[in-house]
């Protein structure tokens, strides 16, 4: 008698493999009985009768050559020698099939990956035997990471003027997802991967920065600065020096305005344009100069009047002996 069994069987966790095994056996026997065994001796167990067997183990086989069986759900404690066996009526005999089959399990579990396991890493996995066209069911390998790149991107990318819509989206690339929340100067303002400004105001110009968080780790993004540009607002003049204005002072009007960018100030007495700049100096001034005064603050995105200040320039009464 003979019985070709296949070499060794390398198998993973979880996974089921068959292989074929043939057996012959000399004319003028009859089969009587065919099981598969993992002991020697008188009464060899018969594993499909086994209560850790018999529900993994199937006989794919026929009573005649095929000795092919299946094993599922294959453990480390399944490691052993399995021996084919079969009885035959007359003459009465029982063959055992030499040297039988090793099954070595080889386990692979997270922790043996996991110190050198990449994100490239993840993906479905499959073993084959060598030389065996039989492939297993895919596992997934799932890769967590901290999240890596975070930044922040803004819509719209150009300039921003005030009342505009405006949108921060945070990127960053980690498993599990990450959380994120948005952080304008160091103060938490929302959270969420998009951080929508509906009517922006100059209030909002600042540093921003986005923090994505999951189980594995937290990254900051690198700040973004939002600018708000606006026209003039609060125009108004202030005058340097005395109150009390007579011939030959000098004086100085100033305009202050808030507007971004900077506006362009320009001097009008009586709607009549007289300097521009922000600072308007009078010296040696005479009643000529007497009068209501006013700035305009101007730049690209509007333009706005100062009230009127009124210059009211006296005589010098010159005491002659
Ligand atoms: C033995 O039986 C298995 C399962 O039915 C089958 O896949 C295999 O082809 C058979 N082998 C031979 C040599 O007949
Ligand atoms: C100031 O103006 C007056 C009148 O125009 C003139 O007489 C005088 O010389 C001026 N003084 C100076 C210092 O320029």
Redesign the pocket.
């Known amino acids: 008698m003979s019985i070709r069994i296949a070499p060794p069987l390398l198998l993973i966790f979880l996974l089921m493999i068959h292989s074929d095994c043939t057996y012959t056996y000399p004319t003028g026997y009859q089969i009587m009985k065919v099981f598969w065994t993992n002991g020697w001796g008188v009464k060899p167990p018969d594993l499909s009768k086994d209560p850790e067997y018999s529900q993994r183990l199937q006989y794919l086989g026929d009573e005649q050559q095929n000795c092919t069986i299946r094993l599922s759900h294959v453990t480390q404690k399944d490691e052993h020698m399995y021996y084919f066996r079969f009885t035959t009526y007359t003459p009465d005999n029982k063959w055992l099939g030499h040297p039988g089959v090793t099954l070595t399990v080889t386990v692979y579990d997270s922790s043996t990956r996991y110190n050198s396991v990449r994100r490239e890493d993840a993906g479905r996995y499959s073993c084959a035997l060598h030389e065996h066209t039989y492939i297993s069911p895919a596992v997934h390998l799932n890769v967590m990471y901290p999240p890596k790149e975070s930044f922040v991107a803004v819509n719209p990318s150009g300039e921003i003027v005030e009342g505009d819509s405006v949108t921060l989206s945070c990127s960053s690339d980690s498993n599990p997802p990450a959380e994120i929340s948005w952080f304008k100067r160091g103060k938490f303002v929302g959270s969420g991967r998009i951080y929508s400004i509906s009517k922006i105001s100059s209030d909002h110009s600042g540093e921003y920065k986005c923090k994505s968080i999951n189980k594995r780790g937290e990254k900051y993004s690198d700040a973004v600065t939002l600018n708000v540009m606006y026209h003039p607002k609060s125009v108004s003049v202030f005058i340097n020096g005395s109150p009390e204005i007579v011939?030959?002072d000098s004086v100085t009007l100033i305009c202050s305005s808030d507007s971004n960018p900077p506006a362009e100030i320009s001097w009008f007495k009586e709607g009549t344009f007289v300097g521009s700049g922000r600072i308007y100096s009078i010296?040696?001034i005479?009643s000529d100069y007497s009068g209501e005064y006013k700035c305009k603050s101007r730049n690209k995105h509007g333009e706005k009047d100062s009230d009127a200040v009124t210059l009211n320039v006296m005589c010098e009464l010159m005491m002659v002996q």
Do not use: A, K, L
């Open positions: 011939e030959g010296s040696n005479s």
